[in-house]
């Protein structure tokens, strides 16, 4: 009951809080199934979602018609609206009623497969890995939510590739306000950014390996300056009072983000969850790689998207695990959460109860004070006007 | 009193001192041997295949029982044993439980090991009351607020050197025996330390006995009415605040420690190693520096400011420790001054609060509510870490000494306003006196 009664002051307060503060703000949101697409089953998925604000408008494509996991955010003026054309269930043109103001993609492509032979738990390239490629991967859809408090898809794959047979789930979730998320560890989503979870459930492990793990690899394109380089932020707060242990938040931020000004980000706690039940004890080490230079995949929807667009394109790999936990094999569940967002993240704050204790705590001590002070006072007063009594009792 | 030069003497100096060494390694044992388990976490899960929640019982089956246990010791104390007697029952109690314990590893029975620490914990928290008798009984007017500060905190210095040398005693022993055999081995030599603080109970008894002839000092409750359970409802009010800071404060130092090495590293990067030995910074600066600390209040006497002040420095370290990034060495030495100050000053005010004969039940019911406090708050903590993180933690923490520091003003109050004798300074006490 505690956490929900907290929770509903935070949106209280929140929404008082935010009204205010331009990227924070909350956005009226739309959003649709396949677009434009006649011929479209269940078998194809894209998510359109407009996300009208009171200066711009977010829009967010979320695909998996062409096999690779992706998040498009693109930034435009009011009133712009895009139009998606199909060549039967997969999108061929996204023609935009005027030129995008600023966008942002992450492609989900491949999972690596690590042979983590110093037991570290982070992906070093020069040891012995494999990649899985999510090109042949087909995904089905298992929830949808399309309405205007919340645009939510889940889907599942099956990775058979090279002898894996496992099953990935990926969840896209966005809802137009800003709060925390329900589940660990309770990432700050707004109306500007989309939280992604990712888990790997039951991979089989390659029998020459030992020692395996598995990493996300992923790609990040932003309409920058394709010689500018994104940034590794890490913040570290006092407050672990959302993701209880962990005292970090890792930012990962494009070039104009970086100097100042509005821009794409990924946004995430150190730490991966081992079972579906996500606690402390579950919890394992999230790692996340240097940024490689790269291009955009190869017949993929943001190749697509942006044609040939000059992009800031770099990717990076985040893995999991904490030295003597027993390797992948150990829960065979690895998952972890992010969030990718525009404009500013979102900085944490402490709950109204923190803050309640804390005043509590100053002005309960210095009322005591006072009226330990007071007490002595009155007691020294009475002293000196009642000389008799004391004289008497000695 | 202080005429007599002789050094065989029992009023001379020199007595006094032996008895305070006595008294110091009285507990040790006792602190020792209870934190063997967690000195040896790792061995007993491998040699004595323990799970977590077995391995947590070897130390619930100690604290729980002792909820009543040490309150019914006291009451003991003050009824039928008298504090000699009471002191060697319990030491007895204490080595037999710890050898049982060293038993139940050695022949790899799970339930003997129970029974074991059981019975370790029917002696050990009675001792220490027993042992708090001992000092009131041999200081109370001299250096009362130094043998307490020192006798406390040597005593839980003793799971200190625990940590320190049960590793090294495991891998000699380990050079003669192996398997679960090895770690029943290791216990046994750590019982020995128990049986050190039997043989210094027996000899401080004899000096007692000794003392009390040549002192001619009157026998506890010769001219009293004798002690009834019913009159712990007579107790004073001030009686019952210092309980509730006993319960308050505590809860506040021994739960962080406990969870204190995952703080450290989580928040501030420590490695564990660095992490264990800022935890461990609590326990040696009281060993430390209680003795000087009980010098001061001696000197000073207003022990009932020396708490507060010593209350609100607590609350300056836990507030340091959980809204800044600042070094924890700062925060974790200043809780440690502070904690030795408060141990100085606090449990010899039940000394001045309760009459003799009573001392021994008064002391169970502040050990009592302190262990049913510690024995539920280790578990609370544990359930606020994981749910809601350790700056919750802190709060909560930070609660208790508040309560704390509130039970301690309202002393202040009431004892000024009744004129008592809690608040002032030595020289004033022995003017009431006479």
Known sequence: ?394 | MESTTSWSHPGNRFHRFLALILMCFLCFGSYFCYDTPGALADNFKSDSHLNTSQFALLYSIYSWPNVVLCFIGGLLIDRCFGVRLGTIIYMSILFVGAVVFAFGVYIDKFWLMILGRFIFGIGGESLQVAVNNYVVLWFKGKELNMVFGLQLSFSRFGSTVNFWVMEPIYRWVANYYGGYERLGVTLFVASLTCLGSLICGLILGWMDYRAERILDRPENNANDPPFRLVDVLNFKPVFWLVSVICVAYYLAIFPFIALGKLFFERKFDFNPQDANTVNSMVYLLSAALSPFFGILIDKTGRNVTWVILSIVTTIGSHFLLAFTFVNPYVGVISLGISYSLLASGLWPLVAMIVPENQLGTAYGICQAVQNLGLATVIILAGVIVDKYGYLMLEMFFLGCLFIALIAAVLIYIIDSANSGVLNLSPSAREGLKT
Request: hydrophobic share 40%; with cysteine.
């Open chain 1, 1 to 394: 009951m505690h956490p929900h009664v907290i929770t509903k002051i935070y949106r209280i307060l929140i929404v008082v809080f935010i009204s205010s503060s331009v990227h924070g703000q909350n956005r009226k949101i739309t959003s649709s199934l396949n677009p434009g697409c006649g011929e479209c089953s269940n078998s194809s998925t894209l998510v359109y979602i407009r996300a009208l604000g009171a200066q711009d408008t977010i829009h967010q494509i979320w695909d998996f018609t062409k096999h690779l996991p992706t998040v498009i955010l693109v930034v435009g003026s009011i009133n712009s609206s895009l139009s998606i054309q199909w060549d039967r269930t997969v999108p061929t043109n996204f023609a935009w009623s005027e030129l995008p103001l600023y966008s942002f993609a992450t492609v989900i492509d491949s999972l690596y497969e690590y042979d983590d032979l110093d037991d570290s738990g982070s992906f070093d390239p020069r040891r012995p890995y494999k990649e899985y490629r999510f090109t042949r991967t087909s995904w089905a859809l298992e929830d949808i939510v399309l309405t205007d408090k919340e645009v939510m898809v889940q889907m599942h794959g099956h990775i058979n590739n090279d002898g894996l047979n496992g099953v990935v789930f990926i969840k896209f979730d966005l809802f137009p306000f800003k709060d925390y998320a329900a589940e660990l560890p309770h990432l700050i989503h707004t109306a500007n950014s989309t939280q992604v979870d990712v888990s790997l459930e039951r991979l089989p492990v390659s029998r020459e390996y030992n020692a395996s793990r598995f990493a996300v690899h992923l790609v990040l394109a932003s309409s920058e300056d394709p010689a500018s380089t994104l940034h590794y932020v890490m913040r570290k707060s006092l407050d672990d009072e959302h993701t209880p242990g962990v005292f970090e938040i890792i930012e990962i931020k494009t070039p104009s983000l970086f100097d100042g000004q509005d821009g794409g980000y990924l946004q995430f706690r150190p730490i991966g969850y081992t079972a579906r039940e996500r606690n402390v004890g579950s919890s394992t080490m999230a790692h996340v790689s240097s940024f490689n230079r790269t291009s955009l995949p190869q017949r993929s929807t943001v190749a697509t998207f942006y044609k040939k667009q000059m992009l800031l394109v770099q990717d990076m790999v985040v893995s999991f695990g904490d030295s003597g936990d027993g390797f992948y094999r150990q829960h065979n569940y690895t998952a972890w959460s992010f969030t990718m967002g525009y404009g500013t993240p979102p900085v944490e704050s402490f709950s109204v109860f923190v803050v309640a204790v804390i005043t509590a705590g100053l002005t309960v001590p210095a009322l005591l004070a006072l009226s330990g002070v007071a007490v002595v006072l009155r007691r020294r007063w009475a002293r000196d006007t009642l000389p008799t009594r004391l004289t008497n009792e000695d």
